[in-house]
């Protein structure tokens, strides 16, 4: 089926993100939007748009109704929900079907069986994919449970069976907090996500967070587009994340992307997708989840592969089969990506909000910005703090990282702290360089002192150039001065 239409049901940069690639395919764009981003970026950039509602996204972007009465005003025929809000929630993806409409992502059934991590653990177990020492159903008793993590052996983690973004999760190094830490793991899921069931599994200590890509069409194919390096976090969510990993060998490599496939594979999954997988000192390697939608990170995937995902995720909702084949796929060079966030690393990464009062993006070879904001705009409270995602590509992994300090130098942001000191100074960390670094690094290396020690260094440096060019200016002058007196008989009286 032909998409003529796509309503975009998101907002900022990953709205115009989606919006470019249908452009490109001649696809018309419809944007909607809350009463707080009624001048934003991704509502000008749409062929049309639709106010749905006010700012609290729980009265604009995640009601499902408003959202299928844009359609229908419109005339849209497809819906690409980017990520977030209702990205991952079978229930709209259901309801979009029902509706007659194209969800240009996977199916309800898909989405409902991975957005479970203990229905996910199930689904895989017998597809040869490597999982984590614990459980795969939940439990209430703590007894039980308690009786489970000494025969797993601490340190254990306690998870949210619904959970994400670190709520409903609790590390337990000592058996005598276990019972404690229980309770508070299954109230915080219950107040979180609606659902108190967790599970136990072995905790693995500084951990590298490597997740791979996969593509699926509507006929079975499954291939998987590398990996990306996600180990720079902080409250357990990505600010930094590379392609491919500075680690994994060619043969490890081919080991993670055939059980990612195998992964898309126990759920019959088609779209565009990305396995998570969490891996030990000996970079042995684990399951942790599936997000069955496009990640932040993406780019970073699309620079190394050539492949646009966006373009395919729309073409395999169409019906369209895969038409890359896992043996043309190759790594080209090396890309980053740090995420923008309006927050301030100085003060542990608390959101930020005002007005860009100055908005510069870097430029130049390698560099690419995706955001959704400009100078003059202000960051509004209601949702994720990041505002862009800057991205660069090298020929190798020096200098994607050196082209990166480049470009967060150029970037000019001037009204609201943000996250870009925070990433220059992963850059330059010899950790991050080698490629050692795991999910711990902001815990065991970062201090907001480290950005103060380095603005002081940079003061010092700036004014000893000042210094040096002041007196260069005082020699040049006295010089310049002794000569024309030499020149100068007039001046030879004078001095005498």
């Given amino acids: 089926m032909k998409i003529n239409k796509i309503l975009v ?32 970026a991704h509502v000008a950039f749409a062929d049309e748009a639709v106010l749905l509602g006010p700012a609290a996204s729980a009265q ?33 993806a259901e309801r979009v079907k029902k509706e007659g409409l194209i969800f240009i992502g996977p199916s309800p059934e898909s989405i409902k069986v991975m957005g479970d991590k203990l229905a996910s653990k199930q689904a895989v177990k017998d597809f040869n994919v490597p999982l984590v020492p614990g459980m795969d159903e939940p439990i209430s008793d703590v007894i039980k449970a308690q009786k489970i993590a000494n025969d797993i052996g601490y340190p ?27 309770k508070r793991a299954v109230s915080e899921a219950k107040n979180s996500f609606g659902d108190d069931a967790v599970f136990v599994e072995k905790f693995i200590q500084n951990p590298k967070h490597i997740e791979v890509q996969v593509l699926g069409d509507q006929h079975g194919n499954v291939i998987y587009l590398f990996e990306r390096e996600c180990s720079i976090q902080r409250r357990n969510q990505k600010v930094v994340e590379e392609a491919p990993s500075a680690v994994l060998t060619p043969e490890l490599r081919k080991k993670y992307g055939e059980a990612a496939v195998n992964v898309a594979k126990s759920c019959n999954y088609f779209g565009a997708g990305t396995v998570e997988f ?30 646009d995902l966006v373009k395919e995720q729309i073409k395999i909702a169409e019906g ?45 070879a390698g560099v690419r910005v995706d955001d959704g904001y400009e100078e003059g705009m202000e960051i509004p409270i209601y949702y994720d703090p990041m505002i862009a995602k800057l991205i660069t590509h090298g020929k190798d992994r020096t200098e994607a990282i050196e082209r990166m300090k480049r470009a967060i130098d150029e970037y000019q ?8 000191p925070f990433c220059r100074f992963v850059m330059d960390h010899p950790e991050f360089r080698d490629g050692s670094f795991t999910t711990k690094f902001v815990e065991q290396h970062f201090t907001p002192e480290v950005l103060k020690q380095e603005l002081t260094d940079e003061l010092k440096e700036i004014a000893g150039i000042f210094a040096f060019e002041l007196s260069q200016e005082s020699k040049h002058s006295l010089t310049t001065n002794q000569s024309k007196s030499a020149k100068s008989g007039w001046k030879k009286r004078i001095v005498r």
Avoid: W
């Fill in 9 to 40: 049901a998101n907002r900022g940069e990953i709205a115009i993100r989606v919006m470019r690639s249908a452009r490109e395919m001649g696809i018309k764009t419809v944007a909607v939007y809350s009463e707080a981003d009624q001048t934003a």
């Fill in 60 to 92: 604009s972007y995640l009601v499902i109704d408003k959202i299928i009465e844009a359609c229908k005003i419109t005339g849209a025929d497809a819906i690409h929900p980017g990520y977030g809000f209702l990205s991952e929630n079978a229930v709209f």
């Fill in 156 to 182: 254990v983690m306690i998870k949210a069976s619904a959970g994400g973004g670190g709520k409903g999760m609790r590390i337990v190094d000592d058996p005598k907090d276990f019972e404690e830490q229980m």
């Fill in 278 to 307: 969490i891996a030990g000192k000996d970079l042995d390697f684990y399951f942790l989840e599936m997000n069955t939608r496009l990640q932040v990170e993406h780019p970073v995937t699309e620079q190394i592969s050539g492949v």
């Fill in 320 to 364: 369209k089969a895969l038409e890359i084949k896992q043996e043309d796929l190759k790594i080209h060079g090396h890309a980053i990506e740090v995420r923008v966030y309006a927050e301030d690393p100085e003060n542990k990464f608390l959101p930020d909000t005002g007005t860009l009062h100055k908005y510069v993006r870097p430029q130049g």
């Fill in 413 to 420: 942001i001037e009204g609201i702290k943000t996250t870009l």
